[in-house]
């Protein structure tokens, strides 16, 4: 039973370059959220999905994209990667807004 | 936009101590979990705990809610305890949404 599935689990990107971040869970959840983690800031909410088929602005989504591609899966996109992106990135799912989150492995990215 | 405190920020314990953490936030919230981040990074929900005490092992929570303070407690502390634990709330319809506070990152010492 994987849970929630991120990759890639590290990224080197140059300024400018794009980048999808990917992640899928497996356990019929209807939420999905990317957060981004910075040293001393904890977890900030960049994009979320409270269900299969609508996506909504979080609390850093400058610079980001999502697109819910069906229940399991949730991916995000850095369209022009700026060094303020150097961060580790989490995907979490639930089964609904009222619930305990799972969270995946993350993704640490960096932007030269 | 609610704030979410936790105290302490640092906590350096032998193993076998007991602890407290503590989550102060500045509204009323009808989410509230607590997470583990191991050396590793991984994050592990520990409680959904929006009112009410809950027991997991070694671990339990208490969330005061009129309070607006949630307290973790670690009992008979391992060093497999060592890691950062997070409080995150979520309130109103946007419940969903977790807050998260800095952390408090514990230090357990054989």
């Known amino acids: 039973n994987a849970g929630v599935t991120q990759t890639p689990k590290f990224q080197v990107l140059k300024t400018g370059q794009s980048m999808t971040l990917q992640c899928a869970q497996d356990m019929n959840h209807n939420s999905m959220y990317w957060y981004r983690q910075d040293p001393g800031m904890g977890l900030r909410l960049i994009y979320y999905s409270a269900s299969e088929g609508t996506t909504d602005k979080g609390e850093v989504p400058n610079g980001y994209n999502v697109s819910r591609l069906n229940k399991r899966e949730f991916s995000l996109r850095l369209e022009s990667a700026a060094p303020s992106q150097t961060s580790v990135y989490f995907c979490?799912?639930?089964?609904?807004?009222?619930?305990?989150?799972?969270f995946g492995s993350g993704t640490r990215l960096t932007v030269v | 936009g609610i704030q979410v405190e936790q105290s302490p920020p640092d906590l350096i314990l032998q193993e076998g101590a007991n602890s407290t953490l503590r989550c102060n936030f500045s509204?009323?919230?009808?989410?509230l979990q607590w997470f583990h981040q191991n050396p590793w990074g991984q994050l592990i929900n520990l409680f959904y705990i929006p009112s009410g005490t809950k027991q997991n092992g070694r671990l339990s929570a208490t969330t005061v809610a009129t309070e607006r303070y949630s307290l973790l407690y670690i009992s008979s502390s391992q060093t497999t305890d060592s890691g950062v634990y997070f409080c995150a709330v979520g309130y109103g319809g946007s419940q969903g949404n977790l807050i998260f506070g800095k952390g408090t990152k514990l230090s357990v010492k054989p």
């Open positions: 509204d009323s919230v009808n989410n």
């Open positions: 979490a799912s639930s089964i609904g807004p009222g619930y305990g989150y799972t």
